[in-house]
């Protein structure tokens, strides 16, 4: 029951990355991947709130929203290629930029959902 609540999760989480992402950079004339910045940031938020939340969740809820949906939205792979290819084309400031937001706001708000719901 469990793996089909992460599929379940996984089969929204993909697709709305990748409708936000298009909505984000489709506003944005830029080199810099602002739809893979504002969907990490928004999925360790919440990733942080359901771990705060721990055993107060019923029973699959963090397999169906953190594992599967969370997992699919969120994209470790995508902010890796999109800062080589930044510092392909030799964007060196849009790379570390990309960087230290991703990593710096990904823990923040991570660590503010957790306290907020612990």
């Known amino acids: 029951m469990t793996e089909l609540l992460v599929v379940l999760g996984a089969a929204v989480g993909a697709p709305l990355r990748y409708l936000l992402d298009r909505a984000v950079q489709s506003r944005h004339d830029t080199a810099f991947p ?15 709130v359901l771990v705060g939340l721990g055993s107060a969740l019923p029973g699959g ?4 929203l953190g594992t599967g949906l969370c997992g699919a939205f969120t994209t470790f792979s995508t902010f890796s290629y999109e800062t080589v290819r930044l510092l392909e084309s030799r964007s060196y400031f849009y790379a570390l930029l990309n960087v230290l937001i991703s990593a710096g706001a990904g823990l923040g708000v991570a660590l503010l959902g957790y306290s907020l719901a612990a």
């Open 34 to 48: 602002w739809g893979t910045v504002l969907i990490n940031v928004i999925g360790s938020f919440v990733l942080g």
């Open 61 to 64: 809820l963090l397999a169906l």
